[in-house]
């Protein structure tokens, strides 16, 4: 069973930075697919950016030249460096894992952007 760990979120003034990290445990398999979804209050959960699993990454155009998605595969870890935040992008973050056929969710981290 694949868990997912998120951490890094929190408050931060707009234009600031947050870098966020999810460790993926479970699994000796290195996990293509990885990414980061977010949902406000309110709202659908989203794409914010990921990894497919043939290794090239998608962005979401709201963050698009902020935000930068990355991973230590050796560490079955993505990130996501989020800068120029904006209130806009306060939502709770979610890390997505596809491996095989099964799709597993970590359990949000809170980002809030003040103005």
């Known amino acids: 069973q694949v868990q997912l760990v998120e951490s890094g979120g929190g408050l931060v003034q707009a234009g600031g930075s947050l870098r966020l990290s999810c460790v993926a445990s479970?699994?000796?398999?290195?996990?293509?697919?990885m990414g980061w979804y977010r949902q406000a209050p309110g709202k659908q959960r989203e794409l914010v950016a990921h990894?497919?699993?043939?290794?090239?990454?998608n962005y979401a155009d709201s963050v698009k030249g902020r935000f930068t998605i990355s991973r230590d595969n050796t560490k079955n870890t993505v990130y996501l460096q989020m800068n120029s935040l904006k209130p806009e992008d306060t939502a709770v973050y979610y890390c997505?894992?596809?491996?095989?056929?099964?799709?597993?969710w970590g359990q949000g981290t809170q980002v809030t952007v003040s103005s």
């Open positions: 997505k894992a596809v491996l095989t056929i099964i799709t597993y």
């Open positions: 479970g699994t000796r398999f290195s996990i293509p697919a």
């Open positions: 990894f497919t699993s043939g290794g090239s990454t």
